[in-house]
């Protein structure tokens, strides 16, 4: 939704998930590959030509990250957001990093919140962020619920109420 927004034209979203490839090509996706039945990085190198100009990778897994850097042109950059256990490593060919490319961490989106929270209501105000499509709520009595959901990639983010 945020790369729509923001005017990119090619916007390619990669899951193993059905349902959240779906739910990316509702929400803006222009492309969507299933990370399981193809090669990534060798199919967002065909639809753009020679790479993307920028990748994310939100699932804190290595093999996921090394894809997502193989996968942008040079030079581009590739935003690391997926969160990793303390002690992850992840090995990359030091050639993939030459000649421009740039991994970056991203914490709470880089944003400035007293500019960047009015401007995201906005965008939900004008239906351009429809939020409830990626929330789920759940009472404090089903936080394992919530925990088993979101593992097998049933909710995008689940959120659990202290109260009823």
């Known amino acids: 939704m945020a790369a729509k927004i923001c005017g990119c034209s090619t916007v390619i979203g990669v899951d193993i998930k059905p ?10 996706a222009t ?5 399981g039945q193809v090669n990534p990085t060798a199919e967002i190198k065909k639809i753009t030509g020679d790479g993307a100009d920028y990748s994310l990778e939100c699932a804190g897994n290595p093999k996921v990250l090394r894809q997502a850097l193989e996968s942008i042109r040079r030079p581009g950059v590739c935003g690391l957001i997926g969160g990793a256990p303390t002690g992850t490593e992840v090995t990359l060919d030091m050639n993939s990093i030459m000649f421009g490319r740039t991994i970056r961490g991203i914490l709470e989106g880089d944003s400035v919140p007293d500019i960047f929270i009015p401007q995201l209501v906005d965008f939900i105000m004008q239906g351009r962020f429809p939020l409830d499509r990626l929330v789920t709520f759940y009472p404090l009595d089903q936080i394992n619920q919530a925990v088993e959901d979101s593992e097998a ?3 995008i983010k689940p959120i659990v109420k202290m109260t009823p």
């Open 19 to 28: 349902n959240r490839l779906e739910l990316a090509r509702e929400l803006g």
């Open 31 to 35: 492309n969507v590959l299933d990370a």
């Open 153 to 155: 990639g049933r909710t």
